[in-house]
Each structure stands twice: as C-alpha cells, then as structure tokens.
C-alpha cells in the first residue's frame, strides 16, 4: 500500500498600499505598466526601500501560525534571469525568514491534527507575462509587490487534508485582514509537492504549480497521487519533475524536468540592512491582531450556535463580525439563522458584500427581538430583510410599509383555529388515527387564513389544545 507525502507552499498577496521595496502603488491593475517606477524596473542607480507595513502585516502572519520570530533578520537576493525579473533577481528571505517552526492545526473527520509551517518569509512578485500568438508582453504593475511564502513540513497524507489546510490558512490570512486571498485573481497562489512511497523513505518528488481554488488543490493531489501509483504498480519511476494543473481535464501535466535543484546563488541584499525586531514590536502587533477563526469558532459553540451556520459565518468575514458585536441580549442562535440564511441569500442573489448595503447593527438586533419575542415570524424576516439591507428606515416604519403586524392576542387567534377546524373535519380525523402530517396541515391553513401573520408559537399551542377537545 502507497502512502503519500504532501507539502504545501503558499504565496499570499499582502495588501500594503506601497510596493514592499518601491513607492509605487500595490495594485493590481487591468491597465499594463501604471503603478511602475525605476526601482521596479531595476534602473541603475536605484536603491530599494523597505516598507515597513509589509513588515508588520508579515508579523502578524507569524505570530497567527504560532511561529518562532527571527528578531534579527536580512534580505537575500535569489539569482535568476527570466523576462518577468528585471533586476536578474529576487529580493526575498533565505537564511532568516521572519518565521519558522510553527503549525497550523486542522480538522478533518472529526479528528485535529497540525500542520507544521517549516517558515514564512517575504519577497517582492515578479512581472506578470501574457502571451498572445508569438509575441510575450510584460505588465510591472506585479513587479515588487509584496508576498508572503508560506511553507509547511511533509505532514499531509491526503488530498482532504491538504485542501482543509489551505481553506484553514486562507480564512487566518483574511481574518488578519493583510492578503484578500483570492485564488481566483492570483493573489494566493499554491504548489503542492507529491511523492509516494511504501515506507519512511520518501519517493521521488513531484511539484504541481500554481493550483488556482482549493477545490482544484484537491482534484491536483488526487489525480497525482493516482498517477504516481500506477506508474510504480507497473514498476516504472516517478520522475522528479515540475507540473501544472489543467482545471479543464482534471489532471496535472508536465512542465520540465528537474535534472538538479537550482543554484540561486543566494547573498545577502547589501542594499538592505538588517532588520530587528523588538519584543515592544511584537506585542504592539499582538495588540492589534483581531479574533481569529478558531476562537470564533469556540466561542460561537459556546453560544450554542450549531456547527453549519458556524461554517456559514466563518466563510464570510464580515457576517462573523458582526456576531462577535451584538450585544450580551441578543439571540445569538436566532440571529445566526437570520445572517445565514436571509442576509446570506441576498447578498449572494446581489453578488454584493455586507458594506455595500444600509446594514446597521442596532436596526438588525430590533428584527432579532422582534423574532425572539414572537412579534414577527420567520416568514416576515423574509421580507423584511431586503429592504432593511436597501433602506435606513427605522424597523417598525418597515413593517408598516409591508403591512406586518403579528397576531398575538389569544382571542383573536382561537376564532381563527376554530373556523379551520369547522372547515377541516377530515384532517381531524386523521390527526386522530395518528398522522402527524394532519397537524402540518391544519397549521398551514391557519397560516395562510391570516396570511402569515398569527404568531406561529401561540397558533401551534392553541391548536394542539382544540385538537384534543375534538
């Protein structure tokens, strides 16, 4: 039996407003060659400039994947020539990454594991190339933009593990808020090395570059995980090479061949110089670094919110915030099933984010105690919503425009349950001889002769009590 060896690494996009080593603007733009200045380009005479912000928001990262912190630390440049590299080299972390030896831990099939990070280090983006028929063109627009690497040990064994990896990963880096990790434009971007092996010594090893959703980072593994096993059933030898994922036919295919590892000739950036980093410095980041997932999760378990609508939230950053600032009164179970359900929909139906709409968090606690108390149904919610999300009306002048106002004096509800029953005598009976479908249906003709207005739990409580005088 075949046992993979998987390792991940990681480039994310941090979103600084300057270049790591450039004043020019950290933007991706659609227009070619717009946020580019001399240093970018590696103009003679130029010299770089760290930003600092990148130094911070790397920090951060670090210290969320509970890595040890190089406090003292330098740039290397990471020799290459390649038309997307102006300078002939990258300036990056070789020696010192401003992290090692941390993890990040995992959860699959009901069972924790960790993943240990080997190190994180910064280093600028190269170029972005675009081929069109015979011709290349280059956009510096990417050049010197600021990444982070992030690089695991050899600790996942399957195609599960690595994808719950990356998605834990990617919701730690949006949560800080430093990278908006979106694999689908580039800005997180993932390679996966796979080798095979029936015992502890590990077979040779395959690298699949820039694997573009985590669905495909699984579909990637998957297939050469399958690929490398018939190849060694067959007695034949995997061949360590570079591949690429083709998302369209589901399989990985070969780029080049690695006859020897690179020689980058890394040395120290001697334009750079070393950086330190105080423990004051760290604990001013450690100040400012907000809930992270995990925590989230804990504490919205203790809130007694069930476990998909916790996965519901923790996948939308801003629908997790806005739980963790209700206040101590709030339903916090009834509140959840309104984000995740209502709120939810339309923001998906709008393809819009929560700040582009009039969502205001006190307006949004009065619908969760109206719902509470019973003032207002769920089908209410329903229709409250949209224009709560698209107007500032106060809540009540809402409910006026739309005619809501729920039924809840006993009396009032008793005459209605009474008339549905005088008109419904078979379903009486058949509430008797034990069909529990009789009571749904009685229930829903109470609903639809108040139009959904009747408070659903003094409905379902009177009409329990008429039912047993029949």
Same mark, same amino acid.
């Given at each position: 039996?075949?046992?993979?060896?998987?390792?991940?690494?990681?480039?994310?996009?941090?979103?600084?407003?300057?270049?790591?080593?450039?004043?020019?603007?950290?933007?991706?733009?659609?227009?070619?060659?717009?946020?580019?200045?001399?240093?970018?380009?590696?103009?003679?005479?130029?010299?770089?400039?760290?930003?600092?912000?990148?130094?911070?928001?790397?920090?951060?990262?670090?210290?969320?994947?509970?890595?040890?912190?190089?406090?003292?630390?330098?740039?290397?440049?990471?020799?290459?020539?390649?038309?997307?590299?102006?300078?002939?080299?990258?300036?990056?972390?070789?020696?010192?990454?401003?992290?090692?030896?941390?993890?990040?831990?995992?959860?699959?099939?009901?069972?924790?594991?960790?993943?240990?990070?080997?190190?994180?280090?910064?280093?600028?983006?190269?170029?972005?190339?675009?081929?069109?028929?015979?011709?290349?063109?280059?956009?510096?627009?990417?050049?010197?933009?600021?990444?982070?690497?992030?690089?695991?040990?050899?600790?996942?064994?399957?195609?599960?593990?690595?994808?719950?990896?990356?998605?834990?990963?990617?919701?730690?880096?949006?949560?800080?808020?430093?990278?908006?990790?979106?694999?689908?434009?580039?800005?997180?971007?993932?390679?996966?090395?796979?080798?095979?092996?029936?015992?502890?010594?590990?077979?040779?090893?395959?690298?699949?570059?820039?694997?573009?959703?985590?669905?495909?980072?699984?579909?990637?593994?998957?297939?050469?995980?399958?690929?490398?096993?018939?190849?060694?059933?067959?007695?034949?030898?995997?061949?360590?090479?570079?591949?690429?994922?083709?998302?369209?036919?589901?399989?990985?295919?070969?780029?080049?061949?690695?006859?020897?590892?690179?020689?980058?000739?890394?040395?120290?950036?001697?334009?750079?110089?070393?950086?330190?980093?105080?423990?004051?410095?760290?604990?001013?980041?450690?100040?400012?670094?907000?809930?992270?997932?995990? %925590?989230?999760?804990? !504490?919205?378990?203790? #809130?007694?919110?069930?476990? &998909? *609508?916790?996965? /519901?939230?923790?996948?939308? $950053?801003?629908?997790?915030?806005?739980?963790?600032?209700?206040?101590?009164?709030?339903?916090?179970?009834?509140?959840?099933?309104?984000?995740?359900?209502?709120?939810?929909?339309?923001?998906?139906?709008?393809?819009?984010?929560?700040?582009?709409?009039?969502?205001?968090?006190?307006?949004?606690?009065?619908?969760?105690?109206?719902?509470?108390?019973?003032?207002?149904?769920?089908?209410?919610?329903?229709?409250?919503?949209?224009?709560?999300?698209?107007?500032?009306?106060?809540?009540?002048?809402?409910?006026?425009?739309?005619?809501?106002?729920?039924?809840?004096? %006993?009396?009032?509800? !008793?005459?209605?349950? #009474?008339?549905?029953?005088? &008109? *419904?005598?078979? /379903?009486?009976?058949?509430? $008797?001889?034990?069909?529990?479908?009789?009571?749904?249906?009685?229930?829903?003709?109470?609903?639809?002769?108040?139009?959904?207005?009747?408070?659903?739990?003094?409905?379902?409580?009177?009409?329990?009590?008429?039912?047993?005088?029949?």
């Amino acid at each position: 039996m075949y046992k993979a060896t998987i390792g991940i690494e990681v480039h994310a996009f941090l979103t600084s407003d300057l270049k790591v080593f450039s004043n020019s603007k950290n933007s991706y733009s659609d227009t070619p060659n717009i946020f580019v200045n001399e240093r970018d380009l590696g103009m003679p005479g130029t010299l770089p400039k760290l930003n600092k912000d990148v130094i911070d928001m790397a920090l951060a990262a670090a210290l969320a994947l509970n890595c040890n912190i190089n406090k003292v630390m330098h740039f290397d440049r990471k020799n290459y020539f390649y038309p997307d590299l102006p300078k002939g080299y990258q300036i990056t972390q070789n020696k010192t990454p401003i992290g090692f030896d941390g993890y990040v831990e995992i959860e699959v099939s009901g069972e924790t594991k960790k993943i240990r990070i080997e190190r994180i280090h910064i280093e600028e983006d190269t170029a972005k190339s675009k081929h069109v028929g015979d011709s290349t063109y280059l956009n510096f627009n990417r050049a010197g933009c600021p990444l982070v690497e992030i690089v695991t040990k050899p600790d996942i064994k399957s195609e599960k593990e690595a994808m719950q990896y990356v998605k834990e990963l990617r919701n730690i880096l949006l949560y800080l808020g430093i990278s908006d990790v979106k694999m689908e434009e580039g800005s997180l971007r993932c390679d996966a090395n796979v080798s095979l092996s029936k015992d502890e010594v590990l077979g040779n090893k395959v690298e699949v570059k820039n694997i573009g959703s985590i669905t495909n980072v699984g579909n990637a593994i998957s297939y050469e995980i399958k690929r490398q096993q018939e190849i060694l059933e067959s007695n034949g030898t995997v061949i360590e090479e570079t591949r690429r994922f083709d998302d369209v036919n589901k399989k990985t295919i070969s780029m080049r061949v690695k006859e020897k590892n690179n020689d980058y000739r890394y040395f120290p950036e001697p334009d750079i110089p070393f950086v330190h980093i105080t423990d004051e410095e760290i604990d001013k980041i450690k100040e400012k670094m907000p809930m992270l997932p995990k %925590e989230m999760k804990t !504490l919205f378990s203790k #809130k007694g919110i069930n476990p &998909k *609508n916790i996965e /519901a939230l923790l996948l939308n $950053k801003e629908l997790a915030f806005v739980m963790l600032n209700l206040g101590d009164c709030v339903n916090f179970v009834k509140a959840s099933n309104i984000l995740t359900g209502d709120v939810s929909g339309y923001l998906n139906e709008k393809s819009i984010s929560l700040e582009k709409t009039n969502f205001d968090i006190s307006r949004f606690e009065k619908i969760v105690e109206l719902v509470d108390n019973n003032t207002i149904s769920s089908k209410h919610v329903k229709d409250i919503i949209p224009v709560f999300l698209e107007k500032v009306d106060d809540i009540n002048k809402i409910m006026d425009d739309l005619s809501i106002k729920q039924i809840s004096d %006993e009396d009032s509800v !008793l005459k209605i349950i #009474k008339e549905v029953l005088n &008109k *419904n005598e078979g /379903a009486i009976k058949d509430y $008797k001889d034990g069909k529990d479908k009789a009571f749904k249906y009685l229930m829903g003709q109470v609903m639809k002769e108040t139009k959904g207005q009747v408070n659903p739990g003094l409905a379902s409580k009177l009409l329990s009590q008429e039912l047993k005088k029949q």
